[in-house]
């Protein structure tokens, strides 16, 4: 499973505006394994971290907003004193895109750190 974060971590984001189909079940599958502590509820896929405090959490936050800035793909971020829940979905498809878990990736990446 290792080999699908190394992949997903190095691509980019493609931008998406819609028109193509959200990701199969099918599809979803592997990648969702690939991924420590992601799950999925409805079209989203979701993980909360947890830290020492919340400096800890705040710096997190920054840098998760600093990678989804880069790849122009925005999570849901919902911040706690010690955690910051992270939701993806692509918007413009009505569920779950590669974009989703490029992105998932990467900032799993930044709490590895």
Known sequence: MANIIE???RKKCAPCEG????LTDAQIGPLLKGLSGWQREGEKIVKEFKF???YQAQAF???AMWVSHREDHHPFLLVGYNTVKVEYWTHAIGGLSENDFICAAKVDMLFDI
């Open 52 to 54: 020492k405090d919340h």
């Open 19 to 22: 028109g193509v189909a959200p």
């Open 61 to 63: 936050t920054n840098a």
């Open 7 to 9: 992949e997903l971590v």
